[in-house]
């Protein structure tokens, strides 16, 4: 007879344990609804079939509805400004009033003027900034994973396109809105794709789901897995380079980066925090705090959490936030929490954050910019004129002056200028200037050469010029979002100097970047044909020779023969080896040459007139070998990305990516690939990046055991970063390698530290990405091609101790005064890290460990000790 009642409470009990199913499109997240639209215009509900929040877009959606928005609006223009590694095509929005549309191009051109003060009067411009509408510029969805802005990015432009109020025409009569809605698709797209086929039917909000943790790398890097909001400044990638060519034909006088952060954070606006670059005009923070307020205004009204003064600086140029401030704009970033939220998630105060809200946020933004920007018309277009004006700078320096050598990277960095819009002069005879050196910072009368490349701080681009350029900008907090400097001489490790006076010189304009031709010297060679390996583009050849089926050698010695001299790690290839490829060699030798922009040169004779002979017991055999980059948890997306980079974009060497979840299922020492097992023996060489602090779990002592007896029959292991770390006595059982340990702070100081002082006290015990002086020993087959004295990007205070049968490549300056040449280091990590060693080899029998503690290709900019990387996969397995 109680049956029937337990089993209705069971079921009572079943009803109100389920959730409620959860409003993807509140009202309260409505787009304005209050509006007239133009019927004839299409909306994105109406063009995808769901109501922007129900479901994240495909980027080929994106494509198609833009492209409809602005067939059917004639307040919208698109244009296509570049591709990624993908194939998928990068779009610019040109938004404004019709009347404006049909003067777009007179616009841009009258735009430009303001930017270049020597091509308009100040009369002139006074009279010009009442007239011009004022530019606006919104960049989207850099981070692919952070999928919101996009979806905001076509409701912006449906609003602006269709909306039939006055208000509207007004705001577009005197604006011209520039949207960028998806700089990274490859990295969106990967993202999508991958949370559609997570995707639940029942929409649930447990942040435990499997829908919100997307595999590695995730979708927030490209196709390389870069942070493309890292290269605004270096152009490495197609989708910055793209962008930033983009950017330069609008100029707009505000930029807004549009992110998404954690989702237990709330919305982040302007004016963020400290450090800040001190370069920019004063103006700046009552303009940025302008438009900060008035989105924290539109926030109030709508019930929105935000925060304003914290979280995030503006100190390193190449962010969507920064890069348009030191090109004379006001750049700006908000970041909306929601990263791997999905549809809907809940928070750690147990709201409901939608997707639609996320949406919902970035629009309310992007609108509250748009009509305080116009509010503020002439304040905003006259702070960029007046920002390109170089007699307003804050630096003393006149000029900065690069030292027209045989730098391997010298091309890029005048390549980086010009693209940028900065003018470079080329001396038309020597001349005579008081200059600072970036080593020692140490002003002198120094005599310049005709030729030197000098870059004149009195041009528009005086705010970029000095920010990428100068050794050291003034840093006024330790603690920093991203990283201490920057400095390109420094990056890529070339002969700068910067003056206070202006020189005394003519000097020719520089058009275009000169780039190494590649050429053949005696093509007719009857003996071998020889490549320095000082050149850049030098492991790109050894890699086709090798693909050709080239049998090739590096001589370890340097060696002079003929008229020509060659220094360590040069490639030889003798004919006399290559007897099969006679008839052909001369034109691959050319091919190659052309090519790789290489210098080949044919040689007669074996006999070198000085040093060794080209078939000396130094000039090693090189095979191909065989490569291993292991990825995916607990390696690093970023560092490992830059590595493969490095050889798949730039050596054209091929590289298997191994993943470590494979490695962890097979039978040690097994790794393997998606069709099959393959045994660690089958490689030469295993590349480790970055792997944070969780190594152990995947190097266990089984396998560290097994990797033992890899090394010992002549494997190379690549270790970087804290993987380096990680093979040592202190973790390790392999070798006897020591790290430098930093001693404890025992002071008073040291042992209380007040709660709200404690971030800036951690801050200031790390090292946050500063340049420090190092030298090298280039005798080293780990550092042919390299200087003698470089300077390398550290993150971190680690360190190897040196041993007698450690061969150290790279140590620290041992003078604490010279060691920190730019950013900032605390004196006892000075100390601590003098004299002391970051790059290494470490013999195990027949194999080695190659120790990179600090990463030699960073973001792909900081160049100057990148060879490392390439000596060690292509060199040292056959040394």
């Not at 995808?48 to 494509?63: I, N, S, W």
């Not at 303001?114 to 606006?136: H, K, M, T, Y």
């Not at 052909?584 to 002979?613: F, H, K, N, P, Y």
Request: charged residues 25%; hydrophobic residues 35%; proline residues 5%.
């Amino acid at each position: 007879m109680l049956r029937f009642p337990v089993l209705l409470l069971f079921i009572l009990r079943c009803i109100h344990s389920v959730p409620a199913q959860i409003n993807l499109v509140e009202p309260h997240f409505a787009f304005e609804s209050g509006l007239e639209y133009d019927a004839a215009i299409p909306s994105p509900e109406t063009f995808l079939g769901y109501q922007l929040g129900e479901d994240f877009t495909l980027y080929a959606h994106v494509e198609a509805y833009l492209k409809k928005l602005a067939e059917s609006s004639n307040r919208v223009s698109i244009d296509t400004y570049g591709e990624t590694y993908e194939g998928r095509k990068l779009y610019r929005l040109a938004i404004t009033s019709a009347d404006n549309q049909g003067r777009l191009e007179e616009l841009r051109q009258q735009n430009l003027r303001l930017s270049d003060p020597a091509a308009l009067g100040r009369e002139e411009a006074e009279q010009l900034i009442p007239e011009l509408p004022v530019f606006i510029s919104f960049s989207y969805n850099i981070h692919g994973n952070e999928a919101s802005s996009t979806e905001a990015a076509m409701q912006v432009a449906y609003r602006l396109a269709a909306a039939t109020d006055e208000a509207t025409e007004e705001l577009l009569g005197k604006s011209m809105v520039i949207l960028y809605p998806c700089i990274n698709p490859d990295g969106r797209d990967r993202y999508v794709y991958w949370y559609k086929g997570m995707r639940r039917s029942v929409i649930g909000k447990e942040p435990r789901d499997l829908e919100h943790y997307a595999p590695w790398p995730n979708g927030r890097t490209n196709h390389y897995w870069f942070d493309v909001n890292r290269d605004w400044v270096w152009g490495v990638h197609p989708e910055s380079r793209g962008l930033t060519r983009e950017y330069q034909r609008w100029m707009p006088h505000l930029h807004t980066d549009y992110h998404e952060m954690g989702y237990n954070n709330n919305y982040f606006t302007m004016p963020g925090t400290t450090p800040r670059n001190k370069l920019l005009p004063d103006a700046y923070e009552p303009l940025t705090d302008t438009i900060g307020r008035a989105n924290a205004s539109a926030f109030d009204q709508n019930k929105i959490s935000y925060f304003t003064r914290e979280g995030y600086d503006f100190f390193y140029p190449g962010y969507g936030s920064s890069y348009p401030s030191v090109m004379g704009a006001v750049g700006m970033l908000t970041e909306q929490g929601g990263i791997a939220g999905g549809v809907a998630i809940e928070t750690d105060d147990k709201y409901v954050l939608t997707f639609r809200q996320r949406i919902f946020d970035h629009y309310i933004t992007s609108m509250a910019t748009i009509r305080k920007a116009v509010e503020r018309k002439e304040q905003f277009i006259r702070y960029s004129y007046e920002a390109h004006q170089p007699e307003r700078s804050k630096s003393s320096t006149k000029a900065y002056i690069l030292k027209n050598n045989d730098n391997l990277y010298l091309p890029e960095v005048l390549r980086i200028l010009l693209h940028h819009g900065v003018r470079v002069g080329q001396a038309e005879e020597g001349f005579t200037v008081s200059a600072s050196d970036y080593r020692q910072g140490k002003a002198e009368v120094r005599t310049f050469e005709k030729g030197d490349y000098i870059i004149s701080a009195n041009q528009p681009r005086h705010l970029l010029i000095h920010s990428i350029l100068a050794r050291n900008l003034a840093i006024e907090d330790s603690v920093m979002y991203d990283m201490a400097t920057w400095a390109a001489p420094l990056a890529y490790n070339l002969e700068a100097y910067a003056t206070e006076q202006a020189p005394r010189v003519k000097t020719t304009s520089v058009e275009v970047a000169g780039k190494a031709e590649g050429a053949l010297v005696n093509g007719g060679a009857q003996y071998a044909y020889a490549i320095e390996w000082k050149q850049r583009y030098a492991p790109k050849a050894l890699a086709k020779l090798w693909e050709k089926g080239y049998r090739v050698r590096s001589v370890r010695k340097k060696f002079t023969n003929g008229d020509h001299v060659f220094g360590p790690g040069s490639l030889v290839v003798l004919l006399g080896r290559n007897r099969e490829k006679l008839a052909s060699i001369a034109e691959d030798m050319r091919t190659i040459a052309q090519s790789c922009s290489v210098t080949i040169i044919g040689l007669d004779s074996g006999r070198s007139r000085e040093g060794v002979d080209l078939a000396s017991r130094d000039s090693r055999p090189l095979d191909q070998p065989k490569v291993a980059l292991m990825v995916e948890e607990p390696f690093s997306s970023y560092t490992t990305g830059q590595i493969y980079f490095l050889f798949d974009q730039e050596t054209e060497l091929p590289v298997e990516r191994v993943r470590t979840s494979i490695l962890q299922q097979t039978a040690l020492p097994k790794f393997g690939s998606r069709y099959g097992y393959a045994d660690l023996n089958d490689y030469d060489v295993l590349i480790l990046a970055d792997g944070g602090k969780h190594l152990e779990k995947l190097f266990t002592p089984e396998y560290q055991k097994m990797l033992k007896e890899w090394l010992e029959a002549g494997g190379t292991l690549i270790a970087t970063e804290s993987a380096a770390e990680f093979f040592t006595k202190e973790k390790s059982k392999i070798v006897e390698v020591e790290l430098v340990e930093a001693p404890k702070d025992t002071t008073k100081a040291g042992a209380f530290v007040r709660y709200e002082d404690r971030e800036d006290y951690q801050g200031k015990q790390n090292i946050p990405g500063s340049a420090l002086l190092a030298h090298i020993d280039n005798s080293n087959p780990l550092a042919f091609g390299l200087e003698s004295q470089l300077y390398t990007i550290k993150f971190g205070k680690s360190a190897l101790k040196a041993n007698p049968k450690l061969e150290t490549v790279g140590s620290y300056s041992s003078d604490t005064k010279q060691l920190l040449t730019a950013g900032y280091a605390s004196e006892a990590n000075l100390k601590l890290l003098s004299g002391n060693v970051f790059a290494a080899v470490q013999p195990v029998e027949k194999g080695r460990i190659v120790y990179l503690l600090d990463n030699t290709q960073f973001r792909m900019f900081w160049r100057g000790p990148s060879r490392m990387m390439q000596n060690a996969v292509m060199l040292m397995p056959g040394m």
